[in-house]
Structures are given as structure tokens and as C-alpha cells.
């Protein structure tokens, strides 16, 4: 029988639950950082230089609800931005990776020496913090991994970025050259868009995983269960 939500009977469910939630909370607001109607007096006026950048659009429009482009100047604005563009491609990866692996799809052979293989261990969190996740060896060659391209690879290097988050090098170009401005545009919007939805979407699988330690199995669209 198809359903969203089965409850089962836990005493510290409630409490749990709305912790949790508050979190959750929290966090989507934190990851809103960069777009929020305009105030008044002197912070005003410094955000109204960002109305129009891009990424303030609709519904939103302009959306700041912490503040952190009062009095900031067009380099914060820039880092601000950079952050985001890079949280939301790690976040379309995390994303991307939830569903493929919870539809079966691993890699084939052994993850460590001792020879187990790849589908041996849980999806999502568990395959970190679980009692069956990776071995601490395998975590940190992942960390090691991770900041080798953030230091090394996925940045400007050659200094030719055209915008925050441009990280060709004068190397990768897959014809972007060849757009127009506002082709450029619309692609970089919609990057945007996909990158905070990602945002919000992973973090509701963690969510949601998190919910049957706690006495709740949630049951998603093509995803299904989080077990």
C-alpha cells in the first residue's frame, strides 16, 4: 500500500522530530545566502547594488533574510557567490550519487584490500557514519581526495575566470565562447536554480534517512524508502 509516512510507536519521537526539524530549518535558511528584499537606512542602499545580479530572480527576486550583504562590497558579493556556485555542484553530485547507488548501481570489484566490494556498505549517511561504514583508511583518502581538487584543481588557476565560478583555466571550453551574452546568462542562471535545489534536496535526504532512526520510514518518490 502506497503511503508517504508510517509511524511507529517511539516515546521520544515528538521531541526528536521537532529538533530536528528546527535544524533543518535552520540550515535551509543558512544555505539562502546570497538574494532578500531590500531594507532601509544605510544597509538599503548598499543592497540595491546587488538587485540585479544574477541569481535575483523569481519568486524571491532579491533574497538576504541574514544579512550578509549588508554594507558589503562587490568582492563579498563575488566570494559569497563563489560559495554557492560550489556548494550547489557538490550538492548535484551528493544528489546524483544518493539516487544512483539507492537504484543499485555500484561500482564492480573491491573497495578496500580485504575484498569487499562496493555494494557491501549502506547508501547515504550510513556509508559514513554507520556502524558498517567505510573503514577510517578509505574516509580519509576521500578527505585527501577532496582537498587535492579543492586546492589544486577547482579554482582559478591561470586567473581568466569571466565570473565567479568560472574554473576552464583557458583549458576547458565545451564552446562556451561561442554564446552569446545572454545564452551565458540563462545557462549560469539555471545552474543557480539546479545548485539550490540541490541544496535543499540533499539535505532532505539526510532528513528523511535520519527519520527511521527515530521510529519513522519515510517512502519518497523513485527513491522509495530511505532504509
Known sequence: EAHFLRKRSN????????TMFKLAALALIGSAAAFSP???????TALKAFESELGAQPPLGFFDPLGL?????????DRLRYVEVKHGRICQLAF????VTRAGIHLDGAIDKAGNSFDSFPNGLAAVFGPNAIPQAGLIQIF????????????????EAEFPGDFRNGALDFGWDSFDEETKLSKRAIELNNG??????ILGLMVHEKLNEIGMVADLPIIGALQ
Open 144 to 159: 585527501l581526495f577532496v582537498g587535492f581538487l579543492e586546492l589544486g584543481v577547482m579554482k582559478d588557476v591561470t586567473g
Open 11 to 18: 516515546p521520544k519521537t515528538s521531541t526528536q522530530l521537532s
Open 69 to 77: 550583504l549588508e554594507d558589503a562590497d562587490q568582492e563579498r558579493f
Open 196 to 201: 539550490r535545489a540541490a541544496m535543499m534536496g
Open 38 to 44: 531590500a531594507q532601509t537606512g544605510k544597509a538599503s
Open 96 to 99: 546524483l550519487g544518493q539516487i
